[in-house]
């Protein structure tokens, strides 16, 4: 039977789920998988977590040296997170030739081209399917989808914001309220990372590479965080039968890539309108047409289980192979990136209480080609009104100039704008 | 570049469509798989068939025998249908040593052990993906979450019963009403194979087989068609929050294996609920937790595409692998398949419009440890009351018992009895 000596580099949350896993598995995989998987070392610098785990004294490294030049080690799993010690970890390991299995985001999104160059050079294997979202969507676009042409991809991949507006919807409370919950548990700086759609970002970069087989730096994903989202555009968006969700999207057209993560309206009956929590995502391919894949998992679980099979595809599969995207060879397409979206708009807008205050208003966004697909409106105090529009698709700079024209010309008070998908 | 002839048998809807993807994705399928993929032959006696699909005539060839002596074929797709002539010619092919992409669920849910011993022993690929709904299910579990112990897996896996539950459903409409209508589409031998549950139960077969590590064979399952479902249950189960949706089931406890295809509510907040004519699976995995995924395609297209990506997939990993569960070897458990269901359950019955009847009810169920978890009653007509009930979880033996009791006691009449899954 094929053997596989693993070393966990990080155990904590993630890295510590891998070693439990690993560790009460092992006649499991032997039966099912025919291999063989034995941690063979660790590396953390806070021991107690090895002692929580039950590590054993000799399968704790005292450095990265000890692990590289272990030859009974094959495949390193990187669980340490950010990116300075992670990417020296990481490339001292397939420098050496050792497979390696991150569940580690930002290091895939920012380093992949010099990961898997280096991958390469050493017939090391390079596998993140854990970085993204828990649920095994790397692995259905690399080997389960992989015939087809994808032209969107749409995910919920930060269950911390999809958590908070959700709360937000079902309480109407304010963000802050939802946000403050959120951050007893965890850390300030992390929850901005989670709000402001940085984690999403990553996340939206990986997806789209392996999709659209060609680098996506998480630099071109523009980027709007959910801090503003008022509980009455939640109410007002309800109205007409739409949930504001922290979307990440990519799409391709012929001659451009468009990345951007947002909150955003999709419909009640929308598929992922339904996804609260977890992790979800929706994809359009030709033939297979349109493909959601959800998952109920945040937590550290899901991504050793991402990480787990990684390691389990990567001993019995053969040769690695290497996601086209971090190539920089003639075949793979560089790609355009789109600066100005296509996209229904939303917006909230308080007029005066008087007749002829929604022609007035449809008036200045016909001048702009921006045609109205759905509205309400609503009698609020001191004669003033609220009107609630959804317009048909249209480019974002167009809705910014109609947006601007609006609040110059006093014709309204324009209170939120916010993107419709689909 | 490595380059795959390719052979494909049967040009109906899904090979069709298989040759037509094969054919226009050549350049996309160079540029990001790194291989060439040439359909090299196809099979059809309906020769009008590759006329319209412009297949050149020196690429139709006249006999099975020309495709299995031909060295430019390594794989053969076959889309024929049925078992008898399609069993006999996939055998030739993996004695031949070409590597089998199917979509045929009937052949790979009664003959897989003997084909996959077929294929190793020639060192041929077995690839079925395409016989499992239009997701790529078949790939997640075997490579997605494969490191996880699967307990329980439920699927919308027919389109076609979940389109005339779902009519039914909406339109308040009766069985026979909307099944007349999907049946004007199709042959009526193909739409008794959907709505009782036959084509699912291949299906199921599959996927159990797949998910469990053992071979679960067909013939295993329990099966109950739609036939009999009433609008008044449709409505009656609405009222207490529920869906009725024609689920596949398959949950493994340590002791056994449960099998099951048969029309059963489900919470409306459940992700399944919103899935219309769509194919959906819904498992529960340790440690991954719940994924769902789920898909729009019920037709030729989604399978065509789970096709190419096996096609794709056995070119580009090296050494074929083989589910374990064509496997009698020691190393994989034999199943105990569960004849007895525990599930909830809901009850429609007609009882006297009087003070004491639910009490009466509930007390027969007493009797066989069924608690009642949910009731709503309405007053109908001729001084009679329609009681609706949903139960705890408990056996299916004794809910017969009960029902059999209530008639015979002349307590109440039961009208229906359906199950109630989650």
Redesign the interface.
Same mark, same amino acid.
């Given at each position: 039977m094929k053997k596989i000596g693993v070393a966990i580099l990080g155990l904590g949350a993630v890295g510590g789920?891998t070693y439990q896993?690993l560790t009460r598995?092992r006649e499991?995989? $032997?039966?099912? *998988?025919g291999i063989e998987i034995e941690v063979e070392s660790t590396l953390e610098p806070v021991r107690e977590r090895a002692e929580r785990l039950g590590v054993p004294a000799e399968k704790i490294a005292a450095n990265i040296a000890e692990i590289v030049l272990d030859p009974d080690v094959n495949a390193v799993v990187e669980c340490i997170g950010g990116v300075d010690v992670a990417r020296k970890y990481v490339l001292a390991a397939l420098h050496a030739g050792k497979t390696v299995v991150t569940s580690n985001k930002e290091l895939i999104a920012k380093y992949y081209p010099e990961l898997v160059r280096t991958a390469k050079m050493n017939n090391a294997g390079l596998y993140f %399917?854990a970085s993204c979202a %828990? /649920?095994?969507i790397v692995?259905?676009l690399l @080997?389960? #989808? *992989?015939?087809? $042409?994808i032209s969107a991809l749409i995910g919920i991949v930060n269950g911390t914001a999809n958590d908070i507006l959700t709360k937000m919807e079902e309480r109407g409370c304010s963000y802050e309220e939802a946000a403050a919950e959120a951050e007893t548990d965890r850390a300030a700086e992390e929850i901005s990372i989670n709000v402001e759609g940085i984690d999403a970002a990553y996340r939206l970069s990986i997806l789209a590479s392996v999709a659209f !087989?060609t680098k996506v730096p998480a630099a071109k994903v523009f980027r709007e965080g959910i801090a503003n989202v008022s509980p009455a555009d939640l109410a007002g968006g309800k109205e007409l039968g739409y949930r504001l969700k922290p979307l990440a999207i990519a799409k391709r057209t012929k001659d451009s890539i468009e990345v951007r993560v947002h909150p955003a309206f999709i419909r009640q009956?929308h598929?992922l309108a339904? /996804?609260k929590a977890a992790n979800a995502v929706f994809l359009t391919? @030709?033939? #297979?047409? @349109? /493909?959601?894949?959800?998952?109920? %998992?945040t937590g550290d $679980?899901?991504a050793?289980?991402?990480? /787990?099979?990684d390691?389990?595809?990567a001993a019995? !599969? %053969?040769?690695h192979?290497y996601s086209?995207f971090g190539d920089t060879a003639a075949? #793979?397409?560089s790609a355009v990136f789109a600066t100005d979206f296509t996209s229904a708009y939303y917006l909230r807008l308080t007029v005066c209480d008087e007749a002829g205050a929604l022609a007035k208003v449809a008036s200045v966004l016909g001048k702009y080609n921006i045609s109205i697909a759905e509205t309400v409106q609503k009698r609020a105090a001191d004669g003033k009104a609220t009107l609630i529009l959804v317009t048909h698709e249209t480019r974002e700079s167009l809705v910014k100039k109609a947006v601007a024209k609006l609040n110059a010309a006093q014709i309204a008070q324009v209170e939120s704008v916010l993107r419709v998908a689909l």
């Amino acid at each position: 039977m094929k053997k596989i000596g693993v070393a966990i580099l990080g155990l904590g949350a993630v890295g510590g789920s891998t070693y439990q896993i690993l560790t009460r598995r092992r006649e499991f995989y $032997e039966r099912t *998988q025919g291999i063989e998987i034995e941690v063979e070392s660790t590396l953390e610098p806070v021991r107690e977590r090895a002692e929580r785990l039950g590590v054993p004294a000799e399968k704790i490294a005292a450095n990265i040296a000890e692990i590289v030049l272990d030859p009974d080690v094959n495949a390193v799993v990187e669980c340490i997170g950010g990116v300075d010690v992670a990417r020296k970890y990481v490339l001292a390991a397939l420098h050496a030739g050792k497979t390696v299995v991150t569940s580690n985001k930002e290091l895939i999104a920012k380093y992949y081209p010099e990961l898997v160059r280096t991958a390469k050079m050493n017939n090391a294997g390079l596998y993140f %399917g854990a970085s993204c979202a %828990g /649920v095994p969507i790397v692995r259905t676009l690399l @080997d389960g #989808v *992989q015939s087809n $042409e994808i032209s969107a991809l749409i995910g919920i991949v930060n269950g911390t914001a999809n958590d908070i507006l959700t709360k937000m919807e079902e309480r109407g409370c304010s963000y802050e309220e939802a946000a403050a919950e959120a951050e007893t548990d965890r850390a300030a700086e992390e929850i901005s990372i989670n709000v402001e759609g940085i984690d999403a970002a990553y996340r939206l970069s990986i997806l789209a590479s392996v999709a659209f !087989h060609t680098k996506v730096p998480a630099a071109k994903v523009f980027r709007e965080g959910i801090a503003n989202v008022s509980p009455a555009d939640l109410a007002g968006g309800k109205e007409l039968g739409y949930r504001l969700k922290p979307l990440a999207i990519a799409k391709r057209t012929k001659d451009s890539i468009e990345v951007r993560v947002h909150p955003a309206f999709i419909r009640q009956d929308h598929p992922l309108a339904s /996804v609260k929590a977890a992790n979800a995502v929706f994809l359009t391919g @030709d033939p #297979v047409g @349109d /493909v959601m894949l959800c998952g109920n %998992g945040t937590g550290d $679980e899901p991504a050793a289980s991402a990480i /787990v099979s990684d390691l389990i595809f990567a001993a019995t !599969h %053969g040769e690695h192979r290497y996601s086209a995207f971090g190539d920089t060879a003639a075949g #793979v397409r560089s790609a355009v990136f789109a600066t100005d979206f296509t996209s229904a708009y939303y917006l909230r807008l308080t007029v005066c209480d008087e007749a002829g205050a929604l022609a007035k208003v449809a008036s200045v966004l016909g001048k702009y080609n921006i045609s109205i697909a759905e509205t309400v409106q609503k009698r609020a105090a001191d004669g003033k009104a609220t009107l609630i529009l959804v317009t048909h698709e249209t480019r974002e700079s167009l809705v910014k100039k109609a947006v601007a024209k609006l609040n110059a010309a006093q014709i309204a008070q324009v209170e939120s704008v916010l993107r419709v998908a689909l």
